[in-house]
């Protein structure tokens, strides 16, 4: 039987159908703008009842959308024993501390070695799907390039009780990142960029719409208009070199679009460590943290970013959990040669 979705067209919207759907399908249901227009195309897509069959299709503010998504076919991603670090399991998820280099998925380009085939591997067929394809219990992502804590749904139970609260921005997700200069919360030059107010406590809020690149399509970026609404908190942690030319941040997600941290982060001007996407050319002074540490962080091969805390109520049992993973080598050797 295939599983339905139910969307309410929001304010403002494009004035084709799979371009509003792309728009307003909750991330968390892992439909893209073109599986959405196969959906169409295979009258999956209806309005009152009546199937809308073309993806240039007039959708107006407030018009409800029924999306039919059929059950995942099976796909030839193939068990691998890849080592995995578990932080939590039991009969209804398990929490794993993702490795940097990791792909989440098979995606073309990556076929194997992915958090998926591992999980087959470990946990067999006690997993769910999603996206029309075997994508054993994912309900979030991280980068490839950014370490840290994801959890994965066992059972379909699991899996509709974590996409709920990831929908209702209730999971508590917490980043470590190492950033260029220091992010001050006091810094007139901050409060004065769009979307940027400061919190008591040293808190930077960061509130913008994000949308992909008007000109590259693998980025995304802060748009003026559309998209679709991103919050970001963030604190300095613990600042670097004398004046401050870096810092290690904490940011934590009212929302989860993609790639948030790491573009809003080069929005304020204080691009991620690494970040060859969105870090820009600005790098450390070797004179405020001498020569050793400016080429260490010129040289590190990847966002400096890890998914350190995680925090969500249990789907099956109703209780709080939260867990933990340390910053990674890389990063705590980075921060060493900071220091020094």
Same mark, same amino acid.
């Given at each position: 039987?295939?599983?339905?979705?139910?969307?309410?067209?929001?304010?403002?919207?494009?004035?084709?159908?799979?371009k509003?759907?792309?728009?307003?399908?909750?991330?968390?249901?892992g439909?893209?703008?073109?599986?959405?227009?196969?959906?169409?195309a295979?009258g999956?897509?209806?309005?009152?009842?009546?199937?809308?069959?073309e993806?240039?299709?007039?959708?107006?503010?407030?018009?409800?959308?029924?999306?039919?998504?059929?059950?995942?076919?099976?796909?030839?991603?193939?068990?691998?024993?890849?080592a #995995?670090? @578990?932080?939590?399991? &039991? *009969?209804?998820?398990?929490?794993v501390d993702?490795? /940097? !280099?990791?792909?989440?998925? +098979?995606?073309?380009?990556?076929?194997?070695?992915t958090?998926v085939n591992?999980?087959?591997?470990?946990?067999?067929?006690?997993?769910?799907?999603?996206?029309?394809?075997?994508?054993?219990?994912?309900?979030?992502?991280?980068?490839?390039?950014?370490?840290?804590?994801?959890?994965?749904?066992?059972t379909?139970?699991?899996?509709?009780?974590?996409?709920?609260?990831?929908?209702?921005?209730?999971?508590?997700?917490?980043?470590?990142? #190492?950033? @260029?200069?220091?992010? &001050? *919360?006091?810094?007139?030059?901050?409060?004065g960029? /769009? !979307?940027v107010?400061a919190? +008591?406590?040293?808190?930077?809020?960061?509130?913008?719409q994000?949308?992909?690149?008007?000109?590259?399509?693998?980025?995304?970026a802060?748009?003026?208009?559309?998209?679709?609404h991103?919050?970001?908190?963030?604190?300095?942690?613990?600042?670097?070199?004398?004046?401050?030319?870096?810092?290690?941040?904490?940011?934590?997600?009212?929302?989860?679009?993609?790639?948030?941290?790491?573009?809003?982060?080069?929005?304020?001007?204080?691009? #991620?460590?690494g970040?060859?996407?969105?870090?820009?050319?600005?790098?450390l002074s070797?004179? /405020?943290?001498?020569?050793?540490?400016?080429?260490?962080?010129?040289?590190?091969?990847?966002?400096?970013?890890?998914?350190?805390?995680?925090?969500?109520?249990?789907?099956?049992?109703?209780?709080?959990?939260?867990f933990?993973?340390?910053?990674p080598?890389?990063?705590?050797?980075?921060?060493?040669?900071?220091?020094g």
């Amino acid at each position: 039987m295939p599983r339905h979705l139910t969307v309410v067209i929001g304010p403002n919207p494009p004035p084709r159908l799979d371009k509003a759907l792309a728009r307003d399908v909750p991330e968390q249901a892992g439909l893209t703008r073109s599986r959405l227009a196969k959906l169409i195309a295979e009258g999956g897509v209806s309005r009152d009842g009546v199937p809308l069959t073309e993806a240039r299709a007039k959708v107006a503010e407030g018009d409800t959308i029924e999306i039919a998504i059929a059950e995942p076919a099976q796909i030839a991603t193939r068990p691998e024993a890849i080592a #995995l670090t @578990v932080v939590h399991e &039991d *009969a209804h998820l398990i929490v794993v501390d993702k490795p /940097a !280099g990791m792909v989440v998925h +098979p995606a073309p380009g990556s076929p194997s070695g992915t958090l998926v085939n591992a999980l087959l591997a470990h946990c067999g067929d006690s997993l769910s799907g999603i996206g029309g394809e075997r994508r054993p219990g994912i309900v979030h992502r991280i980068d490839k390039d950014t370490s840290g804590l994801l959890v994965v749904a066992k059972t379909d139970k699991a899996h509709a009780g974590l996409a709920a609260q990831f929908a209702a921005h209730s999971v508590d997700r917490r980043y470590r990142a #190492l950033v @260029v200069g220091l992010p &001050d *919360a006091g810094d007139p030059r901050l409060r004065g960029l /769009a !979307g940027v107010s400061a919190e +008591p406590g040293g808190v930077l809020r960061i509130a913008t719409q994000i949308g992909r690149h008007r000109t590259d399509r693998q980025r995304q970026a802060v748009l003026p208009g559309g998209g679709r609404h991103a919050v970001t908190r963030m604190q300095v942690v613990e600042r670097f070199g004398t004046p401050p030319a870096a810092a290690l941040v904490e940011c934590w997600l009212e929302t989860g679009r993609t790639h948030q941290i790491r573009v809003h982060m080069a929005h304020i001007g204080h691009g #991620l460590i690494g970040d060859t996407v969105y870090g820009g050319r600005r790098k450390l002074s070797a004179r /405020a943290v001498g020569e050793t540490a400016a080429e260490a962080a010129a040289a590190f091969p990847r966002q400096a970013l890890h998914a350190a805390t995680l925090g969500f109520v249990h789907p099956e049992t109703g209780e709080h959990c939260h867990f933990a993973a340390p910053l990674p080598a890389d990063m705590t050797g980075l921060i060493a040669t900071l220091r020094g």
